[in-house]
């Protein structure tokens, strides 16, 4: 459906307090959003017809800048921390008249009804209102799209306003610069200033699912991507940026579910979104060819760079950004599930992108050792990806996605082992980093080998391998692998230097066990003798 004014529009906006004063684009199609864009200079078509636009200033998320209304309904149930960031009241109505009063001004605004969650039990309505085209086209493709005969009679119960045209005045508003993005629990509503980075929009839904789900419905709300296999049998992957969530869950062998936020129900799982949002750098078609495939017509891609002359998209140039994007609706993967619904997880893989070499490959998890891994959320950069980074840096994310989730990461956690208990889920860990050395001296695990080895866990091929303990972190790790060099499986026979893997174990367990600690009082002791050992 395509309007390019919308029916009674500033009734059906007013609840967000949207007036407008000009026109209306209510409900364009992805090759109308394209059009709008290519109009107003802001955004190009690559060789395949995909459109790539630059979001200004915010190239990512603004973590520092993200707030939650503090209210008699966050209060007391918002676990306030470095990600969960109160706002009194006060300043709410005074962002909320600025944004507003902004968009007002705008001589044309993008407006899409759309929802998250494929569960129809737990659909939550999403209108979106943007300055910009191109933000509307991400909200396109990455919320589910209502039929035509929904939208007469859509009410939103959320509403997100952008406006990244916007510049706040940080001492008025009380927050910490002149961008923003703030969550109401109370209005229902999101507002963002001053970033035109895309992904606002998608994590500031998640966050909120990740508080009314868990705390309201009582599923588990996961920052996972998921698949599933011919018999039927779903996978759920875990893992922070640049770990292989995506690339990995993205499986012409299995049927795509989703590839970043789900939940899970007493009978199930069920993805948010109704795209992905995948990241490009050093994307080619031979290692990840699913997503390379999708960046065509109606994809949106953000930050890159083409070579010299061309049209042609150089993934592997990071002048703008290393956090360069594409989105894209769920079904450009040709194998995707619709509705994107799947069984009970049968094989839950944790991945980690280890750049201190000291992880297995793959090795199997007991249910303490689970939700130790869980709730540590465990990833290292590698030198160079930061300003200062001159060796590998640990990152621990709780439950692999600490900056959305506004509850106690124990509440997540506890709801994940009491479902793995349930349902005798296979846990495996999986390290997508570094072997035989830290990053600069050992060599990245080849993809290969990592699918063969998730092959092998999901096939069952792995039950009845013999397994030989870890010396430190205690997990089990496959003495042999389908398609893998066994010598590969223990990470300490890679080095040629086994004193110095020995004193790489023992820091990056250190670094955990310093880590779980602000954790430790509300997890069981089960989890807690998870602990690597020294």
């Known amino acids: 459906m395509s309007l390019s004014v919308m029916p009674t529009a500033?009734?059906?906006?007013?609840?967000?307090?949207?007036?407008?004063?000009?026109?209306?684009?209510?409900?364009?199609?992805?090759?109308?959003?394209?059009?709008?864009?290519?109009?107003?200079?802001?955004?190009?078509?690559?060789?395949?017809?995909?459109?790539?636009?630059?979001t200004g200033e915010f190239t990512?998320?603004?973590p520092k800048d993200k707030f939650i209304i503090k209210d008699a309904i966050t209060s007391d149930t918002v676990h306030w921390n470095e990600f969960n960031l109160p706002l009194d009241e006060?300043?709410?109505?005074?962002?909320?008249?600025?944004?507003?009063?902004?968009?007002?001004?705008?001589?044309?605004?993008w407006v899409r009804d759309c929802y998250a969650c494929a569960d129809p039990r737990y659909r939550l309505n999403i209108r979106v209102v943007n300055e910009k085209p191109g933000n509307n086209l991400f909200a396109y493709n990455m919320f589910l799209r209502p039929a035509e005969e929904e939208l007469e009679s859509f009410v939103p119960e959320w509403h997100i306003l952008s406006a990244p045209g916007l510049k706040l005045d940080a001492l008025e508003c009380g927050?910490?610069?002149?961008?923003?993005?703030?969550?109401?629990?109370?209005?229902?509503?999101?507002?963002?200033?001053?970033?035109?980075?895309?992904g606002e929009m998608k994590k500031g839904i998640f966050s909120?699912?990740?508080?009314?789900?868990?705390?309201?419905?009582?599923?588990?709300?996961?920052?996972?991507?998921?698949?599933?296999?011919?018999?039927?049998?779903?996978?759920?992957?875990?893992?922070?940026?640049?770990?292989?969530?995506?690339?990995?869950?993205?499986?012409?062998?299995?049927?795509?579910?989703?590839?970043?936020?789900?939940?899970?129900t007493k009978d199930g799982i069920f993805n948010f979104e109704g795209g992905c949002y995948a990241k490009t750098i050093d994307l080619s078609a031979d290692k990840e060819p699913e997503i390379f495939q999708a960046i065509r017509a109606g994809a949106l891609v953000e930050n890159t760079v083409f070579y010299p002359g061309t049209n042609k998209i150089n993934f592997a140039d990071k002048s703008v950004t290393e956090n360069t994007r594409v989105s894209y609706p769920l079904d450009f993967i040709s194998n995707a599930i619709?509705?994107?619904?799947g069984s009970i997880p049968e094989n839950i893989f944790f991945l980690t992108a280890d750049a201190y070499g000291v992880l297995p490959p793959?090795?199997?998890?007991?249910?303490?050792?689970?939700?130790?891994?869980?709730?540590?959320?465990?990833?290292?950069?590698?030198?160079g990806t930061e300003a200062g980074v001159t060796e590998p840096k640990a990152t621990f994310s709780a439950c692999f996605g600490a900056p959305f989730l506004p509850l106690h990461p124990g509440q997540y956690a506890e709801m994940l082992g009491d479902k793995m208990r349930e349902h005798r889920v296979k846990v495996w860990m999986i390290n997508t980093g570094w072997s035989g050395g830290?990053?600069?001296?050992?060599?990245?695990?080849?993809?290969?080998?990592?699918?063969?080895?998730?092959?092998?866990?999901l096939e069952g091929k792995l039950d009845t391998a013999e397994y030989q303990k870890h010396p430190v972190f205690g997990m089990q790790m496959p003495l042999t692998c389908p398609g893998v060099p066994s010598e590969l499986l223990n990470p300490r026979n890679t080095w040629a230097d086994k004193e110095a893997y020995d004193a790489a174990a023992k820091n990056l367990a250190s670094q955990f066990i310093a880590n779980f600690s602000k954790y430790a009082d509300r997890v069981t002791e089960e989890t807690k003798a998870a602990a690597p050992g020294m």
Not at 15 to 35: K, M
């Open 10 to 54: 500033p009734a059906r906006l007013a609840d967000a307090g949207i007036s407008p004063r000009n026109t209306i684009h209510y409900q364009l199609t992805p090759e109308e959003l394209i059009q709008d864009t290519l109009r107003m200079c802001e955004g190009v078509l690559n060789d395949t017809g995909a459109l790539v636009i630059q």
């Open 60 to 62: 990512g998320r603004s």
């Open 90 to 109: 006060k300043y709410f109505a005074i962002i909320h008249k600025r944004v507003t009063d902004h968009l007002n001004n705008r001589q044309e605004l």
């Open 175 to 198: 927050t910490r610069q002149h961008n923003a993005a703030i969550v109401s629990f109370k209005h229902r509503m999101i507002l963002i200033a001053g970033s035109g980075y895309t």
């Open 208 to 264: 909120v699912l990740n508080f009314i789900l868990p705390h309201k419905e009582k599923v588990l709300s996961m920052h996972c991507s998921a698949n599933m296999g011919e018999k039927g049998d779903t996978a759920v992957f875990f893992g922070l940026s640049g770990t292989g969530k995506t690339t990995l869950s993205t499986d012409s062998k299995r049927k795509l579910i989703g590839d970043d936020e789900h939940g899970w």
């Open 338 to 341: 619709e509705p994107s619904i």
């Open 362 to 383: 793959i090795s199997r998890l007991d249910p303490g050792q689970a939700m130790y891994q869980f709730i540590s959320g465990y990833t290292a950069k590698v030198a």
């Open 438 to 457: 830290s990053y600069g001296t050992g060599s990245r695990i080849k993809l290969a080998y990592t699918r063969a080895m998730i092959a092998a866990a």
